[in-house]
Nanobody, 122 residues
């Protein structure tokens, strides 16, 4: 599976962005897909993830009620709608694919896309 993330940019605090992760290759629906982010000087952290069918999702506490993850297996895409963005959301965002069950640990993710920069100005 090859992943490509796009949709980042510069936005003011309180604004919105929509990130997309496009996948190529077979068996997309066999992979849980998650978004991770890394801010300068910080560890990579889990942001949001979605199960194989899209029936369940998980979010980091810091983004709950602001971010929504969704997937379209027919189009091999996963989207992350980010609302009410804050300066602390500034980071490089990566999408990643893990075979099977949705998990939040980055170590279980087999495939990673190039990141997309999100910058939130306060």
């Amino acid at each position: 599976v090859q992943l490509q993330a796009f949709g980042g940019g510069l936005v003011q605090a309180g604004g919105s962005l929509r990130l997309s992760c496009a996948a190529s290759g077979r068996a997309f629906s066999s992979y849980a897909i998650s978004w991770f982010r890394r801010a300068p000087g910080k560890e990579r952290e889990f942001v949001a993830g979605i199960s194989l069918s899209g029936s369940s999702s998980e979010y980091a506490e810091s983004v709950k009620d602001r971010f929504t993850i969704s997937r379209d297996n027919a189009k091999n895409t996963v989207n992350l709608q980010m609302n009410d963005l804050k300066a602390e959301d500034t980071a490089v965002y990566h999408c990643a694919a893990a075979w099977g069950l949705l998990q939040t640990s980055p170590g279980v993710y087999d495939y990673w896309g190039r990141g997309t920069q999100v910058t939130v100005s306060s």
